[in-house]
């Protein structure tokens, strides 16, 4: 069985091309990466399957082995044939990565697309568990406290997409309060749950605008307040985050608008007494 294998080294991802050669399960791994403009060589003699060099009958279910120290490995729910990964901790009696360590794999070529993650910190049973970091070639990361391989607990996940989240997680996804900023610059600090804005919050768009109000599903949803850039403040009520029917618009010089909308769309505006 051939693998397609690229190379790394310690931190976030790859500078460069690496030479990538495809070994049989038995033999020896020999490949190069210029990394920055370095040279970096890697040597791997093969190595016995199991944390006491014995060969092992099955490996579980969901589980991987890692070609340096023997262990068993978490695959996340992805059950992958050609997986090839590095552990540079120690196997527990049952075999599993246990203690701190540093992992990386390639996911195959089958997939959407190979690359190394890479992960460091504590493990147990063959996953993150404590304080650790998770980072993939794209340079993506999550850093916090780990429970079986999901954040859990206070922590920080960044993409290169230029989402970027601080707060509270469960079982791996946004729940309870943080901070979320995305690609555009838009800025939301509130209540999450699933992994999407739910509840409460503040939206501080790039413009200068601020919506202060309830969000569904990450939409402005019920009944909330601009400030906006121009110095008015709009009260109305969101639909699945566009404004719908009646709203009430306050402008610095004390004139009040009153104006009606429909799935965003502003179809009515005149001139009110403030109250």
Known sequence: MKRLLLATVAGFGLVGNAMAQGIDEASSLD??????????????????????????????????????????????????????????????????????????????SGAPESFIDFRRGSFRAGALDGPGLMVSLQGDYKAGVFRDGRLQGRGEERRVSGHSYEGDFVDGRAEGEGALRYPDGTFYRGA????????????????????????????????????????????????????????????????????????????????VGCF
């Open 31 to 108: 490949f190069t990466a210029v990394v920055d403009g370095m040279e970096l060589r890697l040597e791997l003699a093969p190595v016995a399957v199991g944390s006491t060099g014995a060969a092992v009958a099955a490996v579980p279910d969901g589980y991987g082995v890692d070609r340096a120290a023997g262990c068993f490995y978490r695959l996340d729910g992805q059950v992958l044939v050609d997986e090839f990964a590095l552990w540079s901790g120690s196997c527990d009696e049952a075999g599993y990565a246990s203690g701190d360590g540093e992992l990386r794999y390639v996911y195959p």
């Open 192 to 271: 999450f749950e699933s992994g999407l804005p739910e509840g409460f919050g503040r939206v501080e768009f790039e413009n200068g605008s601020v919506f202060v109000g309830p969000l569904h599903s990450g939409k402005m949803h019920g009944d909330g307040q601009v400030n906006s850039y121009d110095g008015s403040v709009l009260t109305g009520h969101w639909v699945e985050g566009l404004l719908e029917g009646d709203a009430l618009r306050r402008w610095p010089n004390g004139v009040c608008e009153r104006e009606i909308f429909s799935r965003g769309d502003r179809i009515l505006a005149t001139g």
